[in-house]
């Protein structure tokens, strides 16, 4: 059965890190370079700080260093972080995250040994896994109903050479925590069109990185492009499964940190009404601000419910499978709605501060821009929404060879 009872464990990590949010992090989010939205560096201090509390690494195996949470308790670390700082909370969670389907699912023992080690050992040891190409097909948008023009869409290539070494060439976009990473899954297109998962270090030769600034990230934290010129990857790096566990725990996870958005300008205007006095009496008592106040938290409690429930139903697949939860794709549903509802209500909000809303000195300004990027990371909503239709009615895109092939 669907459970909302948080475990004792559960409650103790959302107030370690709540607390840590409330003494560390809203004091630094709220000076003027943070709440400049267009050009702000990330928190490299506070990262650390927070990679000592065991974030970077929460949901790691307790075997492997970490504390093991399921996605439901990395969705309130990401909630609770974002609150204070999304950027931070977006390193952390797609480090923990993807570090979880590395090293506890996909890896073999002997990368495990390699790797786990300096991950475990520097908290700035972060990960990235470079799967977007450049000016790529999207798999979804214009071109819905029809088969996929050109493939394979993956055109970083990895050729074998007679000693067992791949030569890498190619270049991968928008990939999150690339300037911070210290290691790279990336998925090229093999000899023979296998599409295959290599492990590359940050000071492999021939490797580059360029960031991004905020104004072209179009999403929170770090993000950047990826270069490979005849970058060299010996035989044992190759991942002996593929990264498909991780798509879904991270939508789930960007959907909790929309939520810690909207929630950050809702307390935010509360404090603000409570403390703007208006026709002899604080705003707070005004009927119009009152319901804006109202809507959010309506807006807020319901996202939680999807957010929680998808997290659910990753962690109790048995949920899905005999039918307690609707058979949906509940990770990207509860995204696409997060970013909507939350955008809607950040708007909201800052109507609630009237012209001050939009000035840049102040945090609802910046509440805004943060929840704009939320309707664009990855796929954006647009397509999340086309995923969820073609679960409704049972439609699935196939690429032009098959098509050819049918016919």
Avoid at 259 to 270: K, M, Q, S, V, Y
């Amino acid at each position: 059965m669907y459970d909302l009872h948080l475990a004792s464990e559960q409650l103790e990590i959302r107030e370690t890190v709540r607390d840590f949010v409330a003494r560390e992090v809203k004091p630094f989010a709220i000076k003027s370079e943070r709440l400049e939205a267009l050009d702000r560096a990330l928190p490299l201090p506070l990262l650390d700080k927070a990679s000592q509390l065991g974030l970077r690494t929460l949901a790691l195996s307790e075997a492997g260093g970490g504390a093991g949470a399921d996605t439901l308790t990395g969705c309130l670390v990401a909630e609770e972080l974002a609150a204070g700082d999304p950027d931070l909370a977006a390193v952390l969670t797609e480090t923990s995250c993807l570090g979880q389907v590395l090293f506890d699912r996909v890896m073999t023992s002997a990368q495990r040994d390699r790797f786990l080690p300096l991950f475990g050992e520097d908290d700035r040891f972060h990960l990235a896994l470079a799967d977007r190409e450049p000016d790529h097909d999207p798999s979804l948008g214009a071109d819905y109903h029809r088969p996929v023009a050109r493939e394979p869409a993956i055109r970083t290539r990895a050729v074998r050479t007679g000693s067992g070494e791949w030569i890498l060439n190619g270049a991968k976009d928008c990939v999150a925590n690339a300037p911070l990473a210290k290691l790279f899954a990336v998925t090229v297109l093999a000899d023979g069109g296998a599409v295959r998962t290599l492990l590359v270090p940050r000071d492999t030769p021939g490797l580059t990185v360029k960031a991004y600034g905020t104004t072209g990230a179009r999403q929170h934290g770090a993000c950047g492009e990826v270069t490979f010129a005849d970058c060299r990857v010996g035989a044992d790096q190759v991942l002996a499964a593929d990264t498909s566990a991780y798509a879904a725990r991270r939508a789930t996870l960007l959907a909790a940190i929309n939520l810690g958005i909207g929630r950050a300008a809702h307390e935010a205007a509360i404090a603000y009404a409570h403390l703007r006095v208006q026709g002899g009496r604080p705003i707070v008592q005004h009927q119009a601000i009152a319901l804006k106040l109202a809507d959010m938290a309506t807006t807020l409690q319901v996202a939680r419910g999807a957010v929680w429930q998808a997290a659910w139903a990753l962690d109790n697949p048995q949920a899905q499978a005999d039918r307690s939860l609707a058979d949906l794709p509940l990770p990207t549903l509860a995204r696409a709605f997060t970013a909507e509802a939350v955008y809607r209500g950040t708007k909201d909000c800052a109507e609630c501060f009237g012209a001050m809303g939009v000035m840049r000195d102040m945090p609802l300004q910046k509440f805004i821009q943060d929840a704009r990027i939320c309707l664009h990371v990855g796929e954006g909503v647009s397509d999340a929404k086309l995923t969820i239709a073609e679960a409704l009615i049972g439609y699935r895109r196939f690429p032009a060879a098959t098509a050819r092939a049918a016919e």
